[in-house]
């Protein structure tokens, strides 16, 4: 019976694993040492434009400006960037979107309110992440916890 237990055991723990594997990415680099990462299921196209790197998804399309960027590459990162994978969400550069009008609150991750710029119309709510402060930032908006870091 033990046996069995830990054949079971550790069946489960290998199908957990696989499922939290690595997923190819396209990540940018950039001259500051931030990263910006697309997943490879959403189909990045990479074009150049204006003096501007362009990366077009299923989701979104983002712009940079070439100077700010060292270089991008394909690589395998965690399976946990998958999890942000809401058509209500979307990234845009420094502004996340939202499809419906929402209230936003922002805290570092020891829990003290940070200010954080917003945007709220009929059709949405648009989040500037450009004042959040350098480390990790929680943003509580639609009933969910988005974690930020930069």
């Given amino acids: 019976m033990k046996k069995l237990s830990l054949l079971l055991l550790s069946l489960c723990f290998t199908l957990r694993m696989a499922a939290a594997g690595e997923v190819k990415s396209l990540v940018i680099l950039f001259d500051n040492g931030t990263t910006q990462t697309f997943l ?15 990366v077009t998804t299923s989701v979104a399309t ?3 400006t070439l100077a700010d960027v060292l270089s991008f590459s394909f690589a395998e990162t965690s399976g946990i960037d998958g999890v942000m994978n ?28 940070v200010s954080i710029q917003y945007t709220k119309s009929g059709s949405g709510t648009a989040v500037s992440l450009k004042s959040l402060p350098s480390g990790v930032t929680i943003i509580k908006a ?5 974690k930020i870091i930069r």
């Fill in 142 to 146: 639609a009933g969910r916890n988005i």
């Fill in 40 to 54: 490879l299921a959403e189909k990045p196209e990479v074009s150049v434009a204006d003096d501007k790197l362009v």
């Fill in 62 to 64: 983002t712009q940079y």
């Fill in 86 to 113: 809401n058509p209500d969400i979307v990234r845009n550069g420094d502004t996340l979107l939202f499809s419906s009008p929402v209230n936003v609150e922002a805290f570092t991750a020891d829990g003290k309110a």
